[in-house]
């Protein structure tokens, strides 16, 4: 917390003690009364602390093969998909080229050598005595475009190795750049930061109980099914397998099949694809979001700009949660398709599928007269001249600055070798970049121009159009990253118009400084009665 809210803060952590104790009173006095009303005999007894004992979870679960035979093109698409392949054991078929022939590569101050012998893979790294150490690879999680590699350790640990490998180039290279990460630090590959149990294994894998002792500091990690199958965003279907092996040709209706709400399916995608702190390790499809963690937004760190793009590894939900798109009803699946997950259509023609007209809630986007830029398809009237498909590949073009996702959805690598598209669907703004040092897609792709150049060009097409709210919002969130004292009523200001109950909800937290100013609490605690949780949050 920056020192000029430090006695701000203290005092917002005394009222919010108050506040607790209040409440907590207001309870006992409840509860005082209940005691009055109820008979020990019709008291409920409290809910278990513990969790469901896992084999009584993994029962209801049939596993991925199960769903082949009467969902052939669903399970065909999906067992190709990075869905699929996000966790396996090592495959010669796959893995070989990977280690044979042996080669050797230096990252930083250390080296790492790989072998591939008697169908085994081996990788000989610097380990936690600070020496060589020679170990076994087991499994294999991820896969386009790169693969990571699990060792053993003791007490039931799998550890990320940081040698990792991609399978377009052929090519090993240390997945934390030129960070020269060593023994006994929290991020060295043998450290808890790169604990496959706690950091990465949930998401790899459907269903699964991490089952760590904290007495003896060792896990005993299972799971449904290894890899992200079919039930791990469909839920467990055990009992819809043996309804219709039964009842399926009866012609009723499958009373296990229940369909979910578009809500719930991007709430489903969110619990793997979100920056997010996990409560519970147990959520399954069909339960609330917020019920199973909490969500990090736009704050007082460095995970993300003031305007919402994406900073730190933020994957894609919470910029979508604060996304036009998503303000206008938009899902994961109106452009994934759920069991490749490739979008649906490539480049601009995805964009223009509802941006045409053909839907009534989008604006109408000509991406020539749009973009000022040369767009394939189109002549330079914005006529579309080439609706082919087949000949439009958006990874071959020279002139990107018509596609729709290089200035809406601008890409940045993760572990050297992973782009990822921002999927808050932000303006590119330069005077955001010339006054708070935001990026912007334009200067994103023209390096060699100044940010000045960039201004003058949006000045110069759009106008007055550019000063829209969400300028303002970020600049007042900048101001108060930056300590602005003047940020409190600005902030208030942009709060009492803004529809969005993510940015509702980031802006409560931005105020957190002044929490202890009678307006302010005012403020907190009238949105504890927000319908939305994000918001109560």
Same mark, same amino acid.
């Given at each position: 917390?920056?020192?000029?809210?430090?006695?701000?803060?203290?005092?917002?952590?005394?009222?919010?003690?108050?506040?607790?104790?209040?409440?907590?009173?207001?309870?006992?006095?409840?509860?005082?009364?209940?005691?009055?009303?109820?008979?020990?005999?019709?008291?409920?007894?409290?809910?278990?602390?513990?969790?469901?004992?896992?084999?009584?979870?993994?029962?209801?679960?049939?596993?991925?093969?199960?769903?082949?035979?009467?969902?052939?093109?669903?399970?065909?698409?999906?067992?190709?998909?990075?869905?699929?392949?996000?966790?396996?054991?090592?495959?010669?078929?796959?893995?070989?080229?990977?280690?044979?022939?042996?080669?050797?590569?230096?990252?930083?101050?250390?080296?790492?050598?790989?072998?591939?012998?008697?169908?085994?893979?081996?990788?000989?790294?610097?380990?936690?005595?600070?020496?060589?150490?020679?170990?076994?690879?087991?499994?294999?999680?991820?896969?386009?475009?790169?693969?990571?590699?699990?060792?053993?350790?003791?007490?039931?640990?799998?550890?990320?190795?940081?040698?990792?490998?991609?399978?377009?180039?052929?090519?090993?290279?240390?997945?934390?750049?030129?960070?020269?990460?060593?023994?006994?630090?929290?991020?060295?590959?043998?450290?808890?930061?790169?604990?496959?149990?706690?950091?990465?294994?949930?998401?790899?894998?459907?269903?699964?109980?991490?089952?760590?002792?904290?007495?003896?500091?060792?896990?005993?990690?299972?799971?449904?099914?290894?890899?992200?199958?079919?039930?791990?965003?469909?839920?467990? @279907?055990?009992?819809?397998?043996?309804?219709?092996?039964?009842?399926?040709?009866?012609?009723?209706?499958?009373?296990?099949?229940?369909?979910?709400?578009?809500?719930?399916?991007?709430?489903?995608?969110?619990?793997?694809?979100?920056?997010?702190?996990? @409560?519970?390790?147990?959520?399954?499809?069909?339960?609330?979001?917020?019920?199973?963690?909490?969500?990090?937004?736009?704050?007082?760190?460095?995970?993300?700009?003031?305007?919402?793009?994406?900073?730190?590894?933020?994957?894609?939900?919470?910029?979508?949660?604060?996304?036009?798109?998503?303000?206008?009803?938009?899902?994961?699946?109106?452009?994934?398709?759920?069991?490749?997950?490739?979008?649906?259509?490539?480049?601009?023609?995805?964009?223009?599928?509802?941006?045409?007209?053909?839907?009534?809630?989008?604006?109408?986007?000509?991406?020539?007269?749009?973009?000022?830029?040369?767009?394939?398809?189109?002549?330079?009237?914005?006529?579309?001249?080439?609706?082919?498909?087949?000949?439009?590949?958006?990874?071959?073009?020279?002139?990107?600055?018509?596609?729709?996702?290089?200035?809406?959805?601008?890409?940045?690598?993760?572990?050297?070798?992973?782009?990822?598209?921002?999927?808050?669907?932000?303006?590119?703004?330069?005077?955001?970049?010339?006054?708070?040092?935001?990026?912007?897609?334009?200067?994103?792709?023209?390096?060699?121009?100044?940010?000045?150049?960039?201004?003058?060009?949006?000045?110069?097409?759009?106008?007055?159009?550019?000063?829209?709210?969400?300028?303002?919002?970020?600049?007042?969130?900048?101001?108060?990253?930056?300590?602005?004292?003047?940020?409190?009523?600005?902030?208030?200001?942009?709060?009492?118009?803004?529809?969005?109950?993510?940015?509702?909800?980031?802006?409560?937290?931005?105020?957190?400084?002044?929490?202890?100013?009678?307006?302010?609490?005012?403020?907190?605690?009238?949105?504890?009665?927000?319908?939305?949780?994000?918001?109560?949050?």
């Amino acid at each position: 917390m920056p020192r000029f809210y430090q006695k701000e803060r203290s005092k917002a952590l005394t009222l919010a003690g108050a506040v607790i104790a209040v409440l907590l009173a207001v309870w006992w006095w409840q509860q005082r009364g209940a005691e009055k009303k109820f008979t020990p005999a019709t008291v409920a007894p409290p809910a278990p602390s513990f969790l469901t004992d896992e084999r009584t979870v993994f029962a209801q679960y049939g596993g991925s093969a199960s769903c082949r035979d009467c969902h052939q093109e669903a399970f065909a698409l999906w067992e190709k998909s990075n869905h699929a392949l996000a966790e396996r054991s090592v495959q010669p078929e796959r893995d070989r080229v990977a280690f044979d022939p042996a080669r050797s590569f230096k990252h930083g101050t250390q080296a790492s050598e790989v072998l591939w012998t008697n169908d085994t893979a081996t990788v000989t790294s610097t380990g936690l005595s600070g020496q060589p150490e020679t170990h076994t690879v087991t499994r294999v999680i991820g896969n386009d475009p790169l693969r990571q590699f699990l060792v053993e350790f003791p007490g039931g640990r799998f550890q990320t190795l940081e040698a990792s490998y991609d399978p377009h180039s052929n090519q090993w290279f240390n997945v934390y750049g030129n960070e020269d990460r060593r023994p006994g630090e929290w991020g060295h590959w043998t450290g808890r930061g790169m604990n496959w149990n706690f950091m990465c294994a949930s998401c790899h894998n459907t269903r699964l109980r991490r089952n760590y002792d904290e007495t003896s500091d060792s896990y005993q990690t299972t799971m449904a099914e290894v890899s992200v199958g079919c039930e791990a965003c469909h839920g467990p @279907l055990k009992a819809h397998n043996d309804w219709q092996n039964q009842f399926g040709k009866s012609g009723r209706k499958d009373p296990t099949v229940t369909k979910s709400s578009a809500a719930q399916i991007l709430q489903d995608c969110g619990s793997c694809h979100a920056r997010r702190s996990d @409560l519970t390790g147990d959520f399954k499809p069909g339960d609330p979001f917020s019920d199973h963690f909490e969500l990090t937004l736009v704050d007082y760190s460095e995970r993300y700009y003031a305007d919402g793009q994406v900073r730190d590894e933020d994957y894609e939900y919470g910029s979508f949660l604060g996304s036009r798109m998503h303000q206008r009803g938009v899902i994961c699946l109106d452009c994934h398709d759920p069991h490749s997950a490739k979008t649906r259509l490539p480049g601009n023609f995805l964009c223009l599928r509802c941006h045409n007209g053909s839907d009534t809630n989008a604006p109408v986007i000509n991406p020539v007269t749009h973009s000022f830029h040369k767009v394939f398809g189109y002549d330079t009237n914005g006529v579309l001249v080439n609706n082919d498909l087949m000949s439009y590949k958006p990874k071959e073009i020279k002139e990107t600055g018509g596609e729709c996702v290089n200035c809406h959805m601008p890409q940045t690598a993760y572990m050297q070798r992973h782009w990822r598209h921002d999927h808050g669907f932000t303006i590119p703004d330069p005077v955001l970049t010339k006054k708070f040092n935001i990026p912007n897609a334009c200067n994103r792709c023209h390096q060699d121009k100044t940010v000045d150049w960039s201004v003058e060009y949006c000045d110069k097409w759009y106008g007055a159009k550019m000063n829209r709210p969400t300028r303002t919002r970020a600049e007042w969130i900048a101001r108060a990253q930056q300590n602005d004292p003047a940020a409190r009523e600005g902030l208030l200001d942009v709060l009492q118009r803004e529809d969005s109950a993510y940015w509702r909800a980031a802006l409560l937290g931005m105020l957190e400084p002044w929490a202890a100013q009678p307006e302010i609490t005012a403020v907190l605690l009238r949105s504890l009665e927000h319908t939305n949780e994000l918001v109560r949050g």
